[in-house]
């Protein structure tokens, strides 16, 4: 049913998101956070609060047709994903991760669309957390001590897996929209300035800003061969100027050339975008160019025909761009 009418399915989607934000932005008082009254922490020493793990079956193992699945044995590289907002509304600050409708939201949408892009190369780890609610962006009075909450649980998750899984092993970070908030923090406490930077295949920090003097020694990768270096963009429409706002910061790196210059790149250069249906690979779909610090996207897709702001595809438009680049940059990190 996702390839009827996919241009009116996206476009409500882009309303309802819109509706959400204003919903957000427009909200009363509302009760004040409280750390104590949040739910429960998770425990990652139970698999069950990981929406992806290694060898097993689970939603980050989804491939196209066309692709032929890696055995995770064979995989010399992990990532650690962060995935996005799903949690718009409810009665607490963060979510309750034994919500199952909530967590079957995680794993259908950016788990399968988000972390699957990477499951050619890496093995790929993601936990569940407490993410804040989408409205905490917004809050002035509560909004940091939630996202500093939220962030808590990734980085005991990130603990853990250092701990228990990683075992010495090379490492990309990768994050979308609230992840990304969290994972550049990520990486200025344990990458940034110690040894672990060593071991950094790449961070892909999409979806939220960046400012490039947030780091002492991380810098934005400059060829889509680099390693030890982040890679970072926020989409929309060819022409539309977003005005303020935190999902682009002073730096982006354009996902079908990677690189940081503002040379429009044709979308032959581009390989392809993947939508709702796996099995259907658009091809040469997507043409880009950096401006003011975000990428513009000029393509004839249905997906995008009448949305202006491409958040929610900046992982789709380029999955099979993403996909390559993941692999290139982790064989000449092997090559090392």
């Known amino acids: 049913m996702y390839e009827i009418n996919i241009s009116s399915l996206y476009l409500m989607k882009n309303l309802l998101f819109a509706f959400l934000l204003c919903s957000a932005l427009t909200s009363g008082a509302q009760r004040a956070f409280n750390p104590d009254e949040q739910p429960p922490a998770p425990d990652y020493s139970n698999t069950k609060n990981w929406a992806a793990l290694p060898f097993r079956e689970d939603a980050a193992d989804a491939i196209p047709s066309s692709e032929t ?20 509304k409810g009665k607490t600050w ?16 950016p ?10 190369s890496c093995r790929v780890y993601a936990p569940r957390y407490r993410q804040a609610r989408l409205n905490a962006f917004y809050n002035k009075e509560n909004g940091e001590r939630v996202l500093d909450f939220a962030y808590q649980d990734v980085k005991r998750a990130f603990l853990y897996y250092m701990e228990h899984y990683n075992n010495g092993r090379p490492i990309i970070i990768a994050s979308h929209s609230q992840g990304s908030r969290h994972a550049r923090r990520l990486l200025a406490e344990f990458f940034d300035t110690t040894a672990l930077r060593n071991r950094l295949v790449c961070a892909y920090v999409v979806g939220f800003g960046i400012d490039q003097k947030r780091y002492k020694n991380l810098k934005p990768c400059k060829h889509g061969n680099e390693t030890g270096c982040y890679v970072t963009w926020a989409s929309y429409k060819e022409g539309y100027e977003p005005g303020k706002t935190p999902l682009y910061g002073n730096v982006c790196v354009n996902p079908v050339s990677w690189n940081m210059d503002t040379i429009p790149v044709d979308a032959s250069k581009s390989i392809g975008c993947l939508l709702l249906n796996f ?40 999955w099979f761009d993403i996909r390559q680049n993941v692999k290139n ?8």
């Open 69 to 88: 699945w890696v055995d995770d044995s064979l995989k010399q590289v992990d990532v650690f994903f962060i995935y996005p907002t799903v949690y718009f």
């Open 94 to 109: 963060t979510e309750d991760i034994n919500n199952e409708k909530l967590n079957a939201k995680v794993d259908k949408k």
């Open 111 to 120: 788990i399968r669309y988000q972390a699957s892009v990477f499951n050619k």
């Open 279 to 318: 099995d259907k690979e658009y091809q040469h779909a997507c043409a880009t160019q950096i401006h003011d610090n975000y990428l513009w996207v000029k393509t004839d897709l249905p997906l995008i025909r009448y949305a202006k702001i491409l958040h929610v595809g900046d992982y789709n438009l380029f």
């Open 329 to 336: 940059r982790v064989e000449a990190f092997l090559k090392k």
